[in-house]
């Protein structure tokens, strides 16, 4: 069974730093995208950033550019992102998402549930 787990949400002051954390389990996580999105309060989803982990390549959307970076630990099931100097706009509920990209059974889209990074002025 495909599953995933966020964790490492919370509240920080501005200029802080967290680290969020993306469990899965289920997954050849090699043959997969997984991206960060998150959804603030009364705006739509947006994604943050992903990482294809087949060759390690991520991209970050330009707001979060030089303050966030995803990390993994080769061979491991979880994928990090590190979030330092942080501001009041990053805000927002964080979702991890597996995105396959192989059609095989097996192989789908999956979410997290995930969690609530606020950040104080």
């Known amino acids: 069974q495909l599953q995933i787990v966020e964790s490492g949400g919370g509240l920080v002051q501005s200029g802080g730093s967290l680290r969020l954390s993306c469990a899965t389990s289920?997954?050849?996580?090699?043959?997969?995208?997984i991206h960060w999105f998150r959804q603030a309060p009364g705006k739509e989803r947006e994604g943050v950033s992903c990482?294809?982990?087949?060759?390690?390549?991520?991209k970050y959307t330009e707001s979060v550019k030089g303050r966030f970076t995803m990390a993994r630990i080769n061979g491991r099931n979880t994928v990090y992102l590190q979030m330092n100097s942080l501001k009041p706009e990053d805000t927002a509920v964080y979702y991890c998402?597996?995105?396959?990209?192989?059609?095989?059974?097996?192989?789908?889209?999956?979410w997290g549930q995930g969690t609530l990074v606020t950040v104080s002025s």
């Open positions: 289920g997954f050849t996580l090699e043959y997969y995208t």
């Open positions: 990482m294809r982990i087949s060759d390690g390549r991520t």
């Open positions: 998402n597996a995105d396959p990209q192989i059609i095989a059974t097996g192989y789908a889209e999956t």
